[in-house]
T-cell receptor
Framework: AQKVTQAQTEISVVEKEDVTLDCVYE???????LFWYKQPPSGELVFLIR??????QNEISGRYSWNFQKSTSSFNFTITASQVVDSAVYFC?????????????FGSGTRLQVQP | SQTIHQWPATLVQPVGSPLSLECTVE??????LYWYRQAAGRGLQLLFY??????ISSEVPQNLSASRPQDRQFILSSKKLLLSDSGFYLC??????????????FGSGTQLSVL
């Protein structure tokens, strides 16, 4: 069965600090997809990134970057020079490409608080 | 553009009362539809998903049920609410695809408090 673990329940940083959110996953499938979502205080989840299991290149989007390492089954998310607006709960998620279960498995989330 | 509407935003219900949460999607056809629940301080738990009208897959056995009477309408129901049903309920949709690699688009959620 697939599983996503976000061991960090809550992280608090001061504005402009860099912060890394950890995500470790388990799957038996060789083809799968990994996601990160952001849940701001308003509650609605916002899609950040999708990565397939065959693409291990790191990705950078502005202050956000993602480090996918298949060898350690990790898909970590780094925010550089954090800002107060980054305060939210961040979820990592996994989907297996060829199972009949057409849904994402989410981790328990990491609450990030960025203090001014 | 596609939009997803979910209502009500907040709901306070007594134990044993019925429940009906509604979700509709606009601007797309044949979406996959999902109901997730987020308990306080916890992650997202998939409750139901649907790949078509009348097709419902249940992830967790419980006193909740889901229905899809129309292509873009997804309803979460209960005949008798329990205290443990309290939580934040999120509806989501994705493009229907053979592979589960399509990203989810979420509604704004319903905060349900069962007292």
């Amino acid at each position: 069965a697939q599983k996503v673990t976000q061991a960090q329940t809550e992280i608090s940083v001061v504005e402009k600090e860099d912060v890394t959110l950890d995500c470790v996953y388990e799957t038996r499938d060789t083809t799968y997809y990994l996601f990160w979502y952001k849940q701001p205080p308003s509650g609605e989840l916002v899609f950040l990134i999708r990565r397939n299991s065959f693409d291990e290149q790191n990705e950078i989007s502005g202050r956000y970057s993602w480090n996918f390492q298949k060898s350690t089954s990790s898909f970590n998310f780094t925010i550089t020079a954090s800002q107060v607006v980054d305060s939210a709960v961040y979820f990592c998620a996994l989907s297996e490409a060829y199972t009949g279960r057409r849904a994402l498995t989410f981790g328990s989330g990491t609450r990030l608080q960025v203090q001014p | 553009s596609q939009t997803i509407h979910q209502w009500p935003a907040t709901l306070v219900q007594p134990v044993g009362s019925p429940l009906s949460l509604e979700c509709t999607v606009e601007g797309t056809s044949n979406p996959n539809l999902y109901w997730y629940r987020q308990a306080a301080g916890r992650g997202l738990q998939l409750l139901f998903y649907s790949v078509g009208i009348g097709q419902i897959s249940s992830e967790v056995p419980q006193n909740l049920s889901a229905s899809r009477p129309q292509d873009r309408q997804f309803i979460l129901s209960s005949k008798k609410l329990l205290l443990s049903d309290s939580g934040f309920y999120l509806c989501a949709w994705s493009v229907r695809a053979v592979r589960t690699n399509e990203k989810l688009f979420f509604g704004s959620g319903t905060q349900l408090s069962v007292l």
